[in-house]
């Protein structure tokens, strides 16, 4: 196999490269297992919604920087979210999660940092100040626990209120919508994105003390994980992703796109 030998991103090291994902191999795995063989990929590269079994990878880390973010932070993340998730569909009153928040929330920043390294066209849109990466690396290499100094994070269960019309919830499980900049009305900004079910939030720089009383949001050093719904006709890079995909899959879920064109 061919070597690349380049800058690691994490360690800067001059090393061999490999193949790195930002949102983990696992999520696409369980879902093109689920759907054989596609997974429903919302990415802001050209206005796409498409199924693909492709799942975004470039080489932009060594292999001991990779397997370092995978046993720190990925492998652990991805077992919590599909339990929660199986817990989240099966119940019927809403079910807390039991997580490390200091994890969860290296996680969020990594897939982020990893999605604004990769040349991966899923992940073109997705790019940060050169001083905030160097922050986030810098924190991913020691003990990326200061990531609640810089940013806030929060976690929204993703729900379809239209009844039986709607999506189901494992429906909604295998949607992937790569990182997208949503701008606030009053000038701050955020990162979502979405996969297991969950629409994740970055706020970079963190939030306001007031605001950061929102129970959906991560604390520092806490483990709870206390999602709140979120319909996804109410969330608007989904809806700004659907409709422009729906230009191009006209044979697309039909009572979809009514209630898509519809708002
Ligand atoms: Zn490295």
């Not at 189901?168 to 979502?192: E, F, I, M, T, Y």
């Amino acid at each position: 196999m061919k070597k690349t030998i380049s800058i690691c991103g994490l360690c800067q090291e001059s090393k061999p490269l490999i193949q790195s994902h930002a949102i983990p191999h696992a999520v696409f795995r369980d879902i093109h297992r689920d759907n054989g063989g596609s997974a429903i990929i919302i990415s802001d590269d050209r206005g796409k919604l498409h199924r693909s079994g492709k799942s975004g990878q470039d080489r932009i880390l060594c292999s001991e920087c990779d397997g370092r973010l995978n046993i720190a932070f990925d492998a652990p993340t991805i077992n919590f979210l599909r339990s929660f998730r199986s817990e989240l569909n099966s119940a019927r009153s809403k079910a807390i999660g039991h997580f490390d928040n200091n994890v969860l929330a290296a996680f969020l920043m990594s897939v982020i940092w990893r999605a604004a390294l990769s040349s991966d066209p899923m992940y073109a849109n997705v790019s940060l100040i050169p001083s905030t990466k160097e922050l986030i690396r810098g924190i991913l290499t020691k003990d990326a626990v200061g990531f609640f100094d810089i940013a806030s994070f929060s976690v929204r269960d993703l729900v379809d209120g239209s009844g039986l019309d709607g999506f189901d919830r494992h429906s909604l499980s295998s949607l992937v919508l790569a990182p997208v900049l949503q701008r606030h009305p009053n000038g701050k900004h955020s990162w979502q994105f979405a996969m297991v079910g969950f629409l994740f939030e970055i706020f970079i720089p963190r939030l306001s003390l007031l605001r950061r009383q929102d129970p959906a949001l991560l604390r520092r050093g806490a483990t709870v994980v206390r999602p709140s719904d979120l319909d996804i006709f109410d969330n608007q890079a989904l809806m700004k992703m659907m409709m422009a995909g729906f230009g191009k899959h006209q044979r697309g879920h039909s009572i979809l796109r009514d209630r898509v064109l519809k708002k």
